[in-house]
């Protein structure tokens, strides 16, 4: 069964409800502050120093599209059957003349920390519209475009909006993308107690996201619900308690590009169709395979042979948790008390605060040194949400002293520092600030006096004293410890005293990155994942991470140079470098796919196959040659991947498009920035 605590009704509070606020009321007939909801929005200012703005929304129809490009505003409406948004349009038709979505939904999106409750969002162009209509379009070479009535047609869109928390609302359309809530590099989405329908993948997400107690409604057989999980491994969308329903044959889900689907404790329909949520082939490499898990879901008249509780190994159903949704970087349910209470002028809101539970399980697990631990009792991952028994924690407090097992592996300590300062600021509680600059403090103390960070400190065993830049573990302090300098990302509420510490170090491993990429007869090529932390020369990890030059971790790394402010020559000649081999070591016309294998334990396989519109990289190159390799459990390098053993082959990610985006999109944009000749001078 569910574990109850991710059953139980959940509270509602945005980020930084640090006391009473008064309110703005809408009201289209003339009884409060504004008319319509853009002239209340407008009338905030841009200054959101002062936490969150609520704005209430009295019952009718408003007939107008709604903007937010400013933090921390909470539309609350007072019923969402009755308090309606509404526009007709097709994106399509949007697009014809405007360069991109920012206006094609009935709520366009840029600004942070928003709140939707008990309202209505409709665009109703699929139903005002039941033919092809044929219109004038300035972006298509013939001057015309024909319009679809079940093209995309958005009732929500978001662009780079992070913490979205939704309560009680109804999304409606009649087409494709109903909501689309997008940003793969950090958004944060929260829907509870929703309505969504609508054609093709109508609920959307791209990033991280938590759909809870929600229903939706689907007239399309291609798919309900789409995910885009490709910029980083661990974003999710997770669907909890949720139900399904829709035309008959309506299928459950799709992706196109990586993505990461959790279904616990949802309902289907009987009329559903058989269909497993399913990868659209595409030119796209997935790094991560498919990523489809269930617990407990049950179809109306039986489930479908495909359907299994198949949660990861390594995640059991009592580890599940909001914050762990988000990879701990957000808890959009906190505990505290909101109490509302509206007059036809004013609302005020008191917050009762209390702690974060997340946040004080840290500072259990916290060592003396200032460092946490991925692990406990073992293997077992660090849980939290746990409430430890008297031996547990007798045997946590005694690695305490030695706190040998402290790391930055697997953002062990970064992720724990990144979510200790955000709590501090929903929370004011001492010891959470605390213990982020005594995690702060760990990670100065840690670094090499040649600028880079061991995987481990203070455990130097075996390759855990390497300069590791694998899994982006030293390019992860070093975004910290900039963050700090920057006042970014939270980390205002850091003593100031850190930043010329924190300056110095960054500079220290920018030094350590510049020592450390690789030449090839004088050449700059890339980098190693791993370097002897006296010599700086590459070494092996694990017995599949061979010394090599990395398509995957050198991403990271050029990433965070271009970050750098005022870049130095020797910054830019790395970066220029850098993306011309990414660009000579380039992989056209095959990817690397996976397949059904009846005859593997594993019962998949992964292959190299042709596909001329393929372009991809792999994780290993032989440091002389540029040549790929790639290595199974006896170390030894071989130059097919079918060589590899099955267990090796499919779980490992051996290929993949990392360098994509940042050779075709951020590069150019930085180079223009800097006024940087792209031409390599090394």
Same mark, same amino acid.
């Given at each position: ?82 308090? #309606? ?59 015309? =475009? ?29 087409? !494709? ?40 409604? #689907? ?6 619900? &789409? ?38 404790? #949802? ?67 906190? !505990? ?45 991952? $660090? ?69 880079? @960070? ?54 220290? !491993? ?45 991403? !990271? ?35 690397? $796919? ?22 991809? @990289? ?35 990610? @051996? ?14 944009? &930085?180079?223009?920035?800097? =006024? ?7």
């Amino acid at each position: 069964m569910m574990k109850k605590n991710i059953l139980i009704p959940l509270l509602f509070l945005l980020p930084n409800f640090l006391f009473a606020q008064p309110g703005i009321v809408v009201d289209a007939n003339g009884n409060g502050n504004f008319k319509t909801i853009q002239e209340a929005i407008n009338s905030l200012p841009n200054d959101d120093s002062k936490g969150q703005r609520i704005i209430l929304i009295k019952k009718g129809t408003y007939k107008e599209k709604i903007f937010i490009d400013k933090n921390f505003i909470t539309l609350r409406g007072e019923d969402p059957k009755n308090t #309606c948004i509404t526009i007709s349009l097709a994106r399509e038709e949007w697009r014809c003349n405007n360069k991109d979505d920012y206006g094609t939904a009935a709520i366009n999106l840029k600004g942070s920390d928003i709140g939707l409750e008990n309202l209505s969002f409709i665009n109703s162009y699929g139903k005002d519209n039941t033919a092809d209509k044929e219109i004038k379009c300035a972006a298509d070479s013939t001057g015309k =475009k024909i319009i679809k009535p079940n093209g995309h047609q958005m009732a929500l869109r978001s662009f780079n909006t992070t913490r979205l928390i939704v309560k009680n609302c109804i999304f409606r359309a009649y087409g !494709g993308d109903t909501v689309s809530p997008w940003n793969t590099e950090d958004g944060m989405f929260y829907f509870k107690d929703c309505e969504m329908e609508g054609g093709v993948d109508f609920y959307c997400p791209r990033g991280w996201a938590l759909a809870e107690n929600c229903t939706f409604i #689907c007239h399309n057989n291609n798919a309900a619900i &789409w995910h885009d999980g490709s910029k980083y491994e661990k974003s999710k969308t997770v669907l909890l308690n949720c139900k399904f329903t829709g035309d008959d044959g309506f299928k459950l889900g799709r992706y196109h590009r990586d993505a990461q689907f959790y279904l616990l404790n #949802c309902s289907f329909a009987k009329n559903m169709a058989d269909a497993d949520i399913y990868l659209v082939p595409t030119a796209n490499t997935l790094q991560w395979a498919k990523r489809v898990y269930y617990y407990n879901c049950k179809r109306e008249g039986g489930d479908y042979t495909w359907y299994k509780n198949n949660l990861p190994a390594d995640f059991g159903i009592n580890e599940f948790n909001i914050p762990w949704v988000y990879d701990y970087k957000w808890n959009p349910v906190k !505990g505290e008390e909101i109490n509302a209470a509206a007059s036809s002028t004013a609302a005020e809101i008191t917050i009762k605060d209390t702690t974060d539970p997340i946040a004080d399980n840290m500072l259990l697990y916290q060592r003396k040194n200032g460092g946490w631990p991925k692990h406990f009792q073992g293997d077992r991952k $660090v849980d939290y949400t746990k409430t430890l028994t008297a031996a547990e924690l007798k045997e946590l407090k005694d690695g305490f002293d030695a706190g040998i097992d402290a790391t930055i592996d697997n953002e062990a300590t970064i992720k724990e520092i990144k979510y200790l300062v955000r709590s501090y600021k929903a929370h004011p509680n001492a010891a959470y600030l605390k213990a982020a600059e005594k995690g702060i403090d760990y990670l100065l103390k840690a670094q090499y006096s040649n600028g880079g @960070w061991p995987q481990f400190y203070p455990d130097f065993s075996s390759y855990r004293s390497q300069i590791t830049y694998n899994d982006n573990a030293m390019i992860n302090v070093l975004n910290v410890l900039q963050d700090i300098t920057e006042g970014k990302n939270d980390f205002d509420v850091i003593d100031k005293t850190y930043i010329p510490q924190c300056k110095a170090a960054v500079q220290k !491993g920018i030094d350590c990155i510049l020592k450390t990429q690789l030449k090839q007869k004088g050449k700059l090529t890339a980098w190693c994942a791993q370097y002897n932390a006296k010599t700086l020369q590459p070494e092996m990890a694990r017995k599949f991470e061979l010394a090599s030059l990395s398509g995957s971790e050198s991403v !990271g790394i050029v990433k965070f140079l271009m970050q750098q402010p005022n870049p130095s020559k020797e910054i830019i000649a790395s970066v220029n470098a850098a993306v011309e081999w990414f660009k000579k070591v380039k992989i056209t016309g095959y990817n690397f $796919v996976e397949i059904k294998a009846p005859n593997e334990t594993s019962g998949r396989d992964k292959v190299l196959v042709k596909d001329e519109h393929s372009e991809i @990289w792999a994780r290993f190159y032989d440091l002389e040659t540029n040549e790929p390799f790639f290595t199974g459990r006896d170390s030894k390098p071989k130059k097919n991947i079918a060589e590899v053993e099955n267990e090796r082959r499919v779980g490992y990610a @051996w290929y993949g498009i990392w360098p994509a985006k940042l050779i075709n999109e951020e590069y150019p944009k &930085w180079a223009a920035k800097w =006024k940087v000749n792209t031409a390599t001078n090394n």
